[in-house]
């Protein structure tokens, strides 16, 4: 299922140096270094609180890091201002969890929103470009319908859309098959393969299903407790000796005891919480 | 919840908490003052930044938070006309001074009673809309995702509601000045046997457009509280769908507290020398 990567090392969508994030005075990444390859589905894995949702928060630009560098499209995204987030947000596409489609508008109208905040297109062409993605989305039909009317499965979709409408050079997705019926989940990840294929993009999955990170990863990063575990491809990472990775693989519950510290941390209350 | 379990004495535990409470609310009202900075710079600056404030969701919120509210607006403002003139002539009888009745419900209403009563209104209606709306937004990640496209939340969301606002609210109070005034006039000329034209003689001759514009200055000052308190409590929004009714009840209250509170001031402020 895997593509093969190019071995000529191909230059890096992303690059992130020696993270370290706090959230209040917890530490949650400590130290994360990893890159993402042009044109590669890289798979962010681990349980909750392994800190995956706040790498992704990260490379978005969202939060603010402590230390450390993150390098998307060659550009320094801690040293960003404004504007140059800005610039940044059109060659990004993000499909978040729940969709976060807005409520207020049809599925059309937040297709076409980044059309809308990014160009000077006329709106004839927007609505055009705004069928296109919905047709490759498999929502053709659709863009008069309020969110709140479409299923789970239709809303990630709806959300895919408006992420790939500009084009995006990297997409970010989020749990795409979080709350889905094997079904809906299994065609969520056809469709993200789709789109790296017909589109070429560099994609990032955020996920904790071992099945959909299979299926689409190229490479997949694990995160464990806010460090990274491994990075390797599918094979690689089933081929481990490291326990740890099998543990999750497997999903093997962990014993609890096994980690002294965490245990008194959590019999104190200082324990962190996911 | 029980907070955890410390080993620091009671006193020290009570002052941290204060201290903490103090820090919020000053931190709120800094939040406050930079939303209100942050919507005049997009206001100016958003078509140099290529992110223009569009006319379209103005006047979605002026028809939401204006047209909408008229009806209740203008029973509530008849109501209090009235009940003005009541107490009036009530009091007045006493001294045989119920002809002087008009002064007090035309000073009443346009310095006080309409721009309180239409802040009230506004402030249950549409800044609790407003931080429902916002605290749902946060919860579903569309603040995030907005921030993502490259869409500043405050220009997009913010703007709209404080324009539509500052512009609806003033003209609410214009339309409550009239309907209070008119009601109040009926009773009182059905009561003291005065015509409706004498009646509109005297408030005319005795209400001077300050009085109006002193009414007026206030909506413009409830305008911005009410909107900056919805948005900055739905934006606190912490947890699932029971912290968007928390915020959403926080903003009604902090609302017409702060409502009230300004009222009395600007009241002192504006009648001194």
Known sequence: ?274 | MAAPERSDPAPVRAAETVGKAALNSLSSVGFGASLVWDSAYWLLMGRRRGQTVRAQPIFAEMMEIGIRALPIVTLLSVTIGIMLAIQGIYQLRRFGAESQVVIGVAFGMTREFAPLITGILVAGRSGSALAARLGTMTINQEIDALRVMGVNPIRFLVVPSLVAMLIILPALVIWADLVSLLGAGLFISAELGMTLGIYVDQVLTLLQTGDVLNGLQKSLIFAVLITVIGIADGASVKGGAEGVGRVTTNAVVHGITAIVLVDMIFAFATTRG
């Open chain 1, 1 to 274: 299922m895997a593509q093969p990567v190019a071995e000529t090392s191909p230059a890096d969508a992303i690059r992130v140096r020696d993270l370290v994030t706090h959230y209040g005075d917890r530490e949650i990444l400590h130290g994360i270094d990893m890159e993402v390859r042009q044109g590669e589905i890289m798979v962010i894995m681990g349980g909750s609180g392994s800190g995956k949702t706040t790498l992704l928060r990260h490379l978005l630009g969202l939060e603010k890091a402590t230390s450390g560098s993150i390098e998307l499209l060659g550009q320094e995204l801690t040293a960003m201002s404004d504007t140059e987030l800005y610039a940044m947000s059109r060659k990004l596409g993000v499909a978040f969890q729940g969709g976060a489609l807005f409520s207020s508008m049809t599925v059309g109208e937040n297709v076409m929103l980044p059309l809308v905040e990014h160009t000077d297109l006329d709106p004839g062409t927007m609505e055009i470009m705004m069928r296109i993605k919905l047709e490759i989305v498999k929502l053709a039909g659709f863009e008069d319908l309020m969110p709140s009317e479409l299923s789970g499965g239709m809303i990630k979709r709806a959300a895919f859309a408006r992420a790939v409408v500009m084009d995006p050079a990297v997409l970010f997705a989020d749990e795409p098959s979080a709350g889905l019926d094997p079904v809906v989940s299994r065609s969520l990840d056809e469709l993200i393969l789709n789109l790296r294929d017909a589109l070429g993009m560099t994609i990032v999955v955020v996920t904790h299903e071992l099945e959909s990170a299979f299926n689409i990863a190229d490479r997949i990063t694990m995160l464990d407790r806010g460090n990274i575990l491994t990075i390797g491809t599918p094979d690689e990472l089933k081929n481990s000796d490291n326990e740890r990775v099998q543990h999750l693989l497997n999903r093997c519950f962990e014993e609890d005891v096994l980690d002294a510290d965490a245990y008194l941390a959590r019999l104190t209350g200082d324990s962190p919480r996911d």
